[in-house]
């Protein structure tokens, strides 16, 4: 098997989504098929060529010179009770300013949105806001002003994930929003486990079905139930996190799908 050569080495990833898992990073480090596997044991105890590992992200290992430096209690004067510090997010879609910023855990997403962002492009209403990249949840305009950290999101049904914060506005259509996002997790699966290898396929199926205008509220529900079991079932953060888009979408923005499978209703609908 192929081993560094030296002490110190950069491994460059294949760009992999899944490998954003621990495990499926390791795999991928030691040369192997980038694919998660049931823990314990986790990396801590047993992970790179068998050694305990740290395995955490840039934006962890980053904060903890700052926190020996200048310890503990001076990083947790910034942030919320439970979520400390401050977090790094890519502001990107129908906002003015985009790009990379740095905020307060605990800020309110209207101040990202209209103060860091200045406000929706060509001055349209705000729709809705996705945070934690593909496999994060969208966040509808009644919650512009609930705190952005960890435990809130969480409780919208979205998460922190990697930072990603993509703003849509009033011409935004959820459900190919959701279809989008659903792809990319379907491509991405691993395959390794089949509530997500197969779940994924078969809910961009349903979501692309009511997208074109052939859905019935049979495939609505088919969909939402679809979409627990993968959540529930997956193997790896990949395919229990694919189903965020689609149940927050569902849970602010069903009338969205509503209107396309009421459309299939008028075109099926008898003449007498």
Request: contains cysteine; charged residues 25%.
């Amino acid at each position: 098997r192929w081993m560094p050569r030296q002490d110190n080495a950069v491994i460059i990833g294949a760009g992999a989504f899944v490998c954003g898992e621990q495990t499926a990073l390791i795999a991928s480090i030691e040369g192997r098929r980038g694919t998660p596997r049931p823990r314990p044991p986790y990396p801590a105890e047993k992970g790179l060529w068998g050694y305990p590992t740290l395995i955490n992200n840039v934006e962890t290992f980053a904060n903890i010179s700052a926190i020996i430096i200048h310890g503990g209690e001076w990083f947790r004067e910034t942030g919320t009770t439970k979520s400390t510090g401050t977090k790094v997010f890519s502001l990107a879609g129908k906002v003015k300013n985009t790009g990379l910023i740095e905020v307060p855990m605990g800020i309110s997403l209207r101040e990202i949105v209209y103060d860091i962002g200045g406000g929706i492009l060509d001055d349209r209403e705000f729709k809705a806001a996705q945070t934690g990249g593909p496999s994060g949840g969208c966040i509808s305009k009644e919650y512009l002003d609930r705190p952005v950290d960890y435990e809130s999101l969480v409780e919208l049904g979205s998460i922190m994930g990697s930072g990603g914060l993509i703003v849509m506005d009033d011409t935004s259509d959820m459900v190919d929003v959701a279809r989008f996002f659903m792809e990319f997790c379907m491509d991405e699966s691993c395959g390794k486990c089949v509530p997500c290898r197969v779940g994924t396929k078969q809910m961009f199926d349903l979501l692309n079905k009511i997208y074109i205008g052939r859905g019935t509220m049979a495939d609505l529900k088919v969909l939402e139930e679809l979409a627990i079991f993968v959540k529930e079932a997956s193997l790896c953060g990949l395919g229990m996190s694919a189903p965020n888009p689609l149940l927050s979408s569902l849970r602010f923005f069903k009338e969205d799908f509503l209107q396309h499978i009421q459309r299939n209703e008028k075109v099926v609908k008898p003449l007498i």
